[in-house]
């Protein structure tokens, strides 16, 4: 699949951003009362989807929480990929697998491969069009 040039907004390139977005990822998991808050029983999941992962904190911290699991981080942003999986090999988190690929568009996934699906900062991803 042909992907797009980063569309971000910001300036993802810069490390200052990288550092915000790891810093953001981290209060917004503690705001929401940990990793899986609304996910009392996780005994079903086995494969989980980070959309627009970014540098893959979230997708890091479930790969160490839940070991048995696969989870797999997607963004649009080559820089933010190569970073999580540096980070990923880093920890040794052989379960965390970083995709690049735009959540706007079809993504190359079968139907039914994950058990959950995590979508929390798609507010700066998607535009007003793109929502319904």
Known sequence: MAHKENSYIIDIE???ETARLIDQDLLM???????????PDLSPVTRVLDLACGPGGWVSEVALAHPEMEVIGIDLS???IEYARAR????????AVFE???VCEP??????SFELVNA???VG???RASWP
Do not use: C, S
């Open 120 to 122: 929390r900062f798609l």
């Open 78 to 80: 080559r820089t933010m």
């Open 107 to 112: 993504l190359t996934f079968a139907a039914g």
């Open 125 to 127: 991803v998607l535009d």
């Open 14 to 16: 810069n490390g200052a």
């Open 29 to 39: 998991t503690q705001a929401m009362g940990g990793l899986f808050p609304e996910a």
């Open 100 to 102: 690049m690929m735009d």
């Open 88 to 95: 990923a090999k880093v920890q040794a988190r052989d379960n």
